[in-house]
């Protein structure tokens, strides 16, 4: 019987465990897929030190590494219901504010807090950025952001417990710039 009790227990906790480690690891990560011009970016919500917030909100979003249009696939989700928000790429480093950004899509949540941005667009540019002790390659920031901050392309609301920020910076190579 004591045996019997004891193989329940450790059931118990390895149930437990993977509960709570699945949800991390279904993410999975981001970057590009294998040999393929496709890669994926994951987002979260952050917190003030700019740790992940665990359970938050997130999104994966899928694009193309090079093209003469940037192809994308977002889907957040646990973001706010019936809410406006934008896509962006923000540049670094910004010295003034209100912050210049290039909106590449917007949208609207659903009722369940969740969005879907889909497209293709021209932006006449790469995306990158400079390369610093942080980041020693560069890349671009991607944010998901409510569109009520950004005013005549900047960005000039800070809420960011509502936004998604990137985990990974992104390199996109324009290929008719």
Not at 32 to 55: C, H, M, P, R
Not at 69 to 98: C, K, M, R, V
Not at 105 to 112: C, E, F, K, Q, V
Request: hydrophobic share 35%.
């Amino acid at each position: 019987m004591k045996s019997i009790k004891s193989k329940w227990v450790l059931c118990a906790i390895a149930l437990s465990l993977i509960a709570v480690v699945v949800p991390v690891i279904a993410k999975g990560p981001s970057g590009k897929a294998g040999k393929s011009n496709t890669a994926f970016l994951y987002l979260y919500e952050k917190d003030a030190d700019w740790q992940i917030v665990d359970g938050g909100a997130w999104g994966k979003m899928k694009y193309n590494l090079s093209g003469p249009e940037f192809e994308y696939l977002l889907n957040g989700h646990g973001l706010e219901a019936d809410t406006d928000y934008s896509l962006i790429y923000y540049l670094e480093p910004q010295t003034t504010w209100p912050w210049p950004v290039t909106v590449i899509d917007s949208g609207t949540t659903n009722r369940g807090g969740n969005i879907n941005l889909k497209g293709s667009v021209d932006l006449g540019m790469d995306l990158d950025g400079p390369a610093d002790d942080y980041n020693p390659e560069g890349g671009a920031k991607i944010w998901l952001v409510l569109t009520d901050d950004i005013v005549g392309g900047s960005l000039s609301g800070w809420n960011p417990t509502e936004y998604l920020f990137e985990n990974n910076l992104i390199k996109y190579d324009d290929t008719d710039e």
